[in-house]
């Protein structure tokens, strides 16, 4: 039984790192997606800034304002698509720069957040498998799958103590 159970947590521990292993590989490619994104959002906000500047507006938002106040209902969801796009190309940007300076659990924080769930679809969809060549990226794959094993084979491990000192005690008195 021993034997077993060891043979079966290293599989565990070896799945657990390969699967760790794919976090740095995964935020790399959810970085470039969310580049490009950002590219065809950001050129959107800039018409946007260049009809406000060719209208006299101080700002985008100053030119949206202004549509949100038109009694057209046309007029007033142009300006709530225009704010949702400004909107965005902010949010894009938040998560560029945590995939580009974050830490690696950061980033897998922010790639497996609920709200990220469409997007990471996406960038599933288009990813392959592989192995980070940066020493930090190994080495937060290796910390990872170390501290999920514990935690996978901690309830295991605390039944067999209490076994033993249970039957320790039974069978040694003192």
Same mark, same amino acid.
């Given at each position: 039984?021993?034997?077993?159970? @060891? ?5 565990? =521990?070896? *799945? ?5 292993? !794919?976090?740095?590989? %995964? #935020? &790399?490619?959810? @970085? ?5 994104? =950002?590219? *065809? ?5 800039? !018409?946007?800034?260049? %009809? #406000? &500047? ?23 969801? &142009? ?63 290796l910390i990872t799958a170390i501290v999920l094993n514990m ?24």
């Amino acid at each position: 039984m021993g034997l077993m159970v @060891r043979v079966l947590d290293k599989i565990v =521990f070896t *799945a657990l790192f390969l699967t760790a292993l !794919q976090v740095p590989i %995964l #935020a &790399d490619h959810y @970085r470039q997606y969310l580049s490009g994104f =950002f590219d *065809a959002t950001e050129q959107q906000v800039a !018409q946007y800034q260049a %009809l #406000a &500047d060719q209208f006299g507006y101080e700002s985008v938002d100053a030119l949206i304002d202004t549509l949100r106040q038109n009694p057209d209902p046309v007029v007033k969801q &142009d300006a709530a698509n225009k704010a949702q796009t400004v909107s965005t190309l902010n949010e894009l940007q938040t998560g560029i720069q945590t995939l580009a300076n974050g830490h690696y659990y950061e980033k897998a924080w922010y790639m497996f957040h609920p709200e990220q769930n469409a997007t990471l679809a996406r960038v599933i969809d288009n990813f392959s498998p592989s192995v980070p060549l940066d020493p930090m990226a190994v080495l937060f794959s290796l910390i990872t799958a170390i501290v999920l094993n514990m935690i996978l084979w901690a309830p295991f491990w605390c039944v067999g103590k209490v076994r033993h000192w249970h039957h320790h005690r039974h069978h040694h008195p003192a």
